[in-house]
């Protein structure tokens, strides 16, 4: 048998920082000039939001429980899951199932009381706020985990970045790798870890898939972002290594990856690797 190994090509200190795609698609009630156009476009070019029947945006009709389940579910890059939630009110198998399933199991959502969920109810700001921070990691301002000096450090590593992020991208650029991965061939599973930048593959990962022969390996990506999900980037993959096998990938926030307490980060990466069926 040949050993299963992770390839982790990371670039430790950038992992966190995701830089945005810019992408439209109309909406029938969206003309472009209102003041959240932008968003809605940018979140349904990533996936996050899809609208509503009849190309709807529908910028001012109630926000369910159920669709905000749906959103944070996607921008995790909507891990596989498995189980069923505890509430009386979900239906399994409905568009939203796997969503409120990993909300619950993750801890995002407790549902409303009496086993329910509230699946149809309105999102009021107070959940909305709840969920969103739990979702980014239930942090406390002030806390051990973030300092001004820490802040100051990623803004100005972010900065020293971006123009060299935008050059690569701009020039379809090869950067070299510094070191090789000794005995490839021995390897038939490689994860792939990588950062969004520009909304795809920073250019480097480029470098990599074309170094090596994948034909016959099993490959599994994951990745950080700040929004953007997987951003297409799994469809890039198996397109680039055609003679691979690419597994569902996973995507996380670089804010919840880089948190060193997070409630639910575990239970998703776990989730998502017994949902790969691999054997050690």
Known sequence: ??????????????LGFTIPAMAAESYADVN?????????????????????????????????????????????GSPVVTGED?????????????????????????GIGNGLYGTNDPTTQEQLAVMLWRNAGSYVLGSEYASESGAENDASAYNDMLPIATAEKN??????????????????????????WWGD??????????????????????????????????SAIANKLSGATVLQGLAMRGSTAQALVCAGTDATVKNWLDGLGLVK
Not at 65 to 70: D, E, I, N, V, W
Request: aromatic content about 12%; charged content about 20%; overall charge negative.
């Open 86 to 110: 505890s509430f009386s009110d979900t239906e399994p198998g409905a568009w939203y199932a796997d969503a409120v399933l990993w909300a619950s199991q993750t801890g995002v959502v407790n």
């Open 1 to 14: 048998m040949k050993r299963i190994a992770s390839l982790l090509l990371s670039i430790v200190l950038m």
């Open 171 to 196: 020039s379809n650029a090869r950067p070299a790798i510094k070191n090789a991965v000794e005995n490839f061939d021995e390897y038939d599973t490689v994860f792939i870890g990588y950062p969004i």
């Open 201 to 234: 593959l920073p250019m480097i990962l480029h470098t990599f898939m074309e170094r090596y022969d994948f034909a016959g390996k099993t490959v599994i990506p994951f990745n950080t972002h700040e929004g953007s999900g997987q951003s297409g980037t799994q």
């Open 32 to 76: 472009g000039d209102e003041w959240f156009a932008a968003a809605a476009y940018a979140l349904r070019e990533r996936g996050i939001m899809n609208g509503v029947e009849g190309n709807r945006f529908a910028p001012n009709e109630t926000f369910t429980r159920a669709q905000l389940a749906t959103v944070l579910y996607r921008m995790a």
